[in-house]
């Protein structure tokens, strides 16, 4: 018999976490690079803003598809399988000689790459009791910020030693290893070889104390609930924010803050570490408000998303600064504000919905805040160069307040817990 490992479920979490870490390292390899293939490959702003969309629509389509496959096929063979093509994709990046090509690129990856929340979500659904679901959200969700955060000086290393194809090459080989190691070691809790028996049943009784529904419901009778409503249309709101921070940041800096590759790769990847600090203390604020304030398990996540919304002025006033590095601040103020709404976000779905139904939920809200980042996207390729970034930052600000707004309108009576009425 194997010997058992204590907190079994944090290492677990730690694997995803590096999971994602990989994922957003390969992503955002070419917002680093935007400023260098614009020149290379001839592009101008408007179609590098195509090349952005192409992967938001591979990423759009193909999360709510992730997640039903994980839901089918299980989490072992889906998630491996799904690091396996990005990473292929992300390789072959280095072969792109124009804007086409590379968004025919992209947009392969966004297909591969679309698995890592709803996987990540359910991971969290299958292996943790609800009062710990938004720590562990909080570190599988520090991976994104990490990914972005170790993009600039890797990318940039690996570009001005041996060319901008090998950033390519190194970041997308990344996932060939972690897809070994994931296959290797992933079981659910229920079949997990190493798991103790006091673990198991402390995640599962954990988790029964507010679950409501019985089964496995279909695909419209999830979509059709309110709280669905609810998490989708905050992270619709959300998500411009986050696109905009990994697909536009270095190119802002150059074009009107006038910073050199150097300069990039020395500050860019400060709002991500924000960013991995933000989803972290919105891990922990919530069983903060619980255990000290008595606030109900949902709207401790929800007040942490108010909270963060609010935050969301900062970045919305990056076009009155007049300093570069105040402009990295408040970039950084907003890196923190969106992952702490990201992280309690992201937990609702494992809160309110059955852990055999928190792929498709998840894959389903993030279809909808990748269609708000594409949109927005697609604004800025078309608007930057004539109206100047100044208002479609301010922007940001206001989609963050109106998507808390709209979440606690429509939760209101959609909670899982005890004798509350449910959707």
């Not at 139904?357 to 269609?371: D, K, L, N, R």
């Not at 697609?378 to 922007?395: C, E, H, M, R, T």
Request: charged share 10%; proline share 4%.
């Amino acid at each position: 018999m194997k010997r058992t490992i204590t907190g079994l479920r944090w290492w677990i979490i730690a694997l995803v976490c590096a999971g994602t870490i990989v994922n957003y390292l390969s992503r955002n390899s070419l917002g680093v690079l935007a400023p260098e293939l614009k020149t290379l490959l001839h592009m101008s702003t408007q179609q590098y803003s195509y090349v952005v969309a192409a992967f938001q629509v591979g990423y759009t389509i193909m999360q709510p598809v992730c997640g039903l496959i994980i839901d089918l096929i299980g989490l072992r063979i889906g998630f491996a399988v799904f690091a396996c093509l990005w990473s292929l994709v992300g390789c072959l990046h280095g072969f792109a000689s124009g804007w086409i090509s590379l968004a025919a690129l992209r947009g392969l990856m966004g297909l591969s790459e679309a698995v890592a929340i709803p996987a990540g979500m359910k991971v969290v659904a299958e292996w943790f009791p609800n009062k710990e679901k938004s720590v562990a959200v909080g570190y599988f969700n520090a991976g994104t910020s990490l990914g972005s955060l170790l993009a600039p000086p890797l990318v940039v290393f690996l570009s001005l030693h041996y060319g901008w194809r090998s950033a390519f090459a190194v970041t997308g080989a990344m996932g060939f290893f972690w897809a070994a190691a994931w296959f290797l070691f992933y079981r659910s809790p229920a079949d997990h070889a190493r798991i103790s028996d006091k673990e198991r049943d402390a995640i599962f009784s954990g988790q029964s104390a507010i679950g409501i529904d019985a089964g496995k419901r279909g695909i419209h009778s999830v979509l059709g609930t309110r709280r669905f409503r609810a998490i989708a249309q905050a992270r619709f709101f959300a998500e411009p924010a986050w696109q905009t921070f990994s697909f536009w940041i270095p190119l802002y800096l150059v074009t009107e803050r006038h910073m050199d590759l150097k300069e990039i790769a020395l500050f860019a990847w400060l709002p991500f570490l924000a960013a991995d600090l933000g989803g972290l203390f919105g891990g922990y604020l919530s069983p903060f408000l619980m255990k000290h304030l008595r606030v109900p398990l949902i709207w401790s996540r929800i007040a942490g998303v108010v909270l963060g919304a609010v935050m969301m002025i900062g970045p919305a006033c990056i076009g009155l600064v007049a300093s570069p590095y105040q402009a990295i601040a408040l970039f950084c103020v907003g890196g923190f504000a969106h992952q702490m709404i990201s992280a309690l976000v992201n937990t609702l779905s494992a809160d309110v919905f059955e852990p055999g139904e928190v792929g498709t939920a998840s894959g389903f809200a993030g279809m909808a805040a990748w269609t708000g980042g594409l949109g927005f996207s697609l604004l800025v390729g078309a608007l930057a160069d004539s109206i100047g970034y100044k208002p479609l930052f301010a922007a940001l600000g206001a989609f963050d307040l109106i998507g808390a707004t709209l979440l606690v309108i429509l939760m209101r009576g959609q909670t899982r817990e005890p004798g509350l009425k449910t959707a």
